[in-house]
């Protein structure tokens, strides 16, 4: 009876997770209908851009096509195509239904969290309805007998026993760097952004125009609120420049339509903005936004993985040195 309900167990949330599996596909491609999803391409109206207080700049253009109305959705781009597309000039881009265009990187980026969710719940459903699979009497004859092949290389095994070892540790090794290349890929724009604002070099100094602002107030524990400025300048070659910039609870109601606020912009890179005359409530609220631990989180865990590996490493040459030198010394 106990086996019975196990299984019974395993097939019902593995049918579980299969469900949720298919309703997350059916909502993606709802979302992005890639089975009737058309190449086009349409006219950019207007470009901006939207940066975080720990992130680079990500970058969006608005267009316009026949046979759409007004479009008030904002398309990623890429920073080489905001430099070098102009407005009124045409862009590639895909439509997923009669009205929706969308670029590459809205399909790739928009889509990655409902890929990954696809992936997990699929994997967890994988992992259930195995063991229900096994308990079926013709297949558990099938895998009793594709075991007992297995435990006539037992003995083959076991001769190999050091040698598995040394290759679980280099798996276990191997396993942990695709993790951390994972991370690194996440922490790399902070990185960048956090060099880039301390960095003094390379800036110009100049004052932005608010034309627009948002806030959003969470008080959810795990999230973070939002508290957003949209600027609009001049860069020092003379292009109007509309960004949508992200600051704390204390710079926002300081500022209203219409003020100017002291910025710094990166001359390599105009929509990469820093707000001047920061006070020491701004850099104490920094600390209150969970966004921040997670980026230190993962570079903690990196630094301290990548520590352990240099000393597991250092060790073993420390002792092969050590008996070559034993060894010349008898």
Known sequence: MKNI???????FLGLFFSLLTWLMIDTYLKEYNLFSIQSTEATVIEKS?????????????????????????????????IDNIHIGDTINGYLTDATTFSTMRDIIIDGIYYLIAIFVLAFIAFCLLVPFFFSIPAVER?????????CEKT????????????????????????????????????????????????????????IDRFEYRSFRRYEDSIWELTLTFKDHAGRPIEIAKDV????????????????SYRNADS???????????????FF????????????????????AYLIDHKDKKMFWQKFRWIGVKK
Do not use: C
């Not at 309900?5 to 097939?11: D, Q, S």
């Not at 942990?176 to 003094?200: D, E, Q, S, T």
């Open 49 to 81: 851009a939207s940066k975080g207080l720990f992130t680079p700049p990500t970058y969006f253009v608005r267009v316009e096509f026949t046979g759409a109305e007004v479009n008030i959705k904002r398309n990623r781009v890429s920073k080489n195509q």
């Open 248 to 263: 704390t609870s204390y710079t926002y109601p300081k500022y209203g339509i219409g003020d100017k606020l002291p910025i």
């Open 288 to 307: 209150t936004y969970v966004e921040l631990y997670v980026y230190m989180g993962m570079i903690a865990v990196s630094v301290f993985s990548i520590w």
């Open 5 to 11: 309900k196990e299984v019974a167990g395993f097939l």
């Open 155 to 210: 003995e083959r095994i076991r001769r190999k026993k050091r040698k598995k070892k040394v290759d679980s540790r280099r798996r276990a090794w191997r396993n942990l760097g695709i993790i951390l290349v994972f991370f690194l890929f996440i922490v790399k724009g902070f990185i960048a952004n956090l060099i880039r604002a301390v960095y003094p070099f390379g800036k110009t100094k100049t004052e932005a125009t608010i």
């Open 271 to 285: 929509y990469d903005v820093f707000v001047r005359r920061n006070s020491i409530q701004d850099y104490h609220l």
């Open 142 to 150: 099938l895998g009793e007998k594709l075991l007992s092949k297995r």
